[in-house]
């Protein structure tokens, strides 16, 4: 038994992945926020300040980190990322009663080459926001996203039983508001009309195939027709009524620039990029700079 989009039966649906794997199963696992978990010597790890309650514990990938973060860092990148947040919430008509703070969320950032990567979730575990080189990329409702109920028959056979309030038709039009919600056009992002519109269904043993709440919009860009996979892509929920997951790796969708002191903010010079090693510069896909002398003295550190 499975669930998929009716139109992927024979193909494989795209789920990107988070740099930040912040939902999780509360029947399965205990969730502690930092502040509250004993250490391995059972000593309580008390919180200095706001920030510190929210860093996330989850360890993230250091293979493009360019520096530890400060503290300065963090202040910018966490309210960058709650504005970011506050505005879906606003825009998009989450279901969050009032503006997140520091408070209510769990974050985590890594200092890239090219800018900030990180994710944002509410402590709740319902709802992400991941940024990749500063520019917001995947936004999900872990409690209606595809993820919820794909590979697990009992949600999908329960998901069966509950009928839709949105046509395929509504469905695009939910998914077109969230791309304007944010500031764009499908003119700007170059998005190849119509997009397809799929609604998920669930295969029982015997055969039967029944509709889930579920609609997947996906849009690819004009003249990418070869592409494996769709650019903009918003899963729309029947029950809410609104996105449930939101993914976007248009090339064409506008850069988010980092800000001007972005090295100072953790510590470095401004000119940080250029003293690199020739060896971590091609580690890192950066341009060799062939006129630089600590390039041509030092090549492996």
């Known amino acids: 038994m499975h669930a998929y989009p009716v139109a992927c039966q024979n193909g494989v649906l795209r789920?990107?992945?988070?740099r930040v794997p912040l939902c999780w199963d509360r029947a399965d696992s205990k969730v502690f926020t930092f502040g509250t978990q004993p250490d391995r010597h059972g000593i309580m790890l008390v919180p200095t300040n706001a920030i510190a309650a929210a860093r996330s514990r989850v360890k993230q990938p250091d293979l493009f980190r360019i520096a530890t973060n400060t503290l300065a860092f963090?202040?910018?990148?966490?309210?960058?990322?709650?504005?970011?947040?506050n505005e879906t919430r606003v825009k998009w008509k989450l279901d969050l009663p009032a503006p997140l703070t520091v408070n209510d969320v769990l974050f985590t950032l890594t200092p890239t080459p090219y800018g900030i990567d990180g994710g944002l979730s509410t402590r709740g575990g319902r709802f992400?926001?991941?940024l990749s080189r500063n520019t917001f990329d995947i936004f999900q409702d872990c409690k209606y996203e595809p993820f919820s109920f794909r590979h697990k028959d009992d949600e999908s056979a329960r998901l069966a039983k509950?009928?839709?309030?949105?046509?395929?038709?509504e469905a695009e039009a939910i998914a077109r508001g969230i791309l304007h919600g944010l500031g764009f056009t499908e003119r700007q992002l170059r998005l190849k009309e119509p997009p397809a519109v799929n609604q998920y269904r669930f295969e029982e043993?015997?055969?039967t195939i029944y509709p889930l709440p579920v609609f997947n919009v996906a849009w690819r860009v004009e003249g990418d027709d070869e592409d494996e996979f769709p650019s903009v892509t918003v899963d729309v929920s029947g029950i809410t009524k609104n996105v449930a997951r939101y993914t976007n790796?248009?090339?064409?969708?506008?850069?988010v620039p980092t800000p001007t002191n972005y090295f100072r903010l953790l510590g470095l010079p401004d000119n940080y990029l250029e003293t690199l090693p020739l060896m971590k510069r091609l580690k890192w896909g950066l341009a060799s700079l062939t006129n630089s002398p600590s390039q041509t003295t030092n090549t492996g550190k």
């Open 162 to 169: 509950i009928k839709s309030k949105i046509t395929a038709k």
């Open 205 to 207: 043993t015997d055969g």
């Open 249 to 255: 790796t248009d090339r064409y969708a506008p850069h």
């Open 74 to 85: 963090e202040e910018y990148c966490l309210n960058s990322m709650l504005a970011l947040a």
């Open 15 to 18: 789920m990107s992945f988070m």
């Open 128 to 130: 992400n926001w991941s």
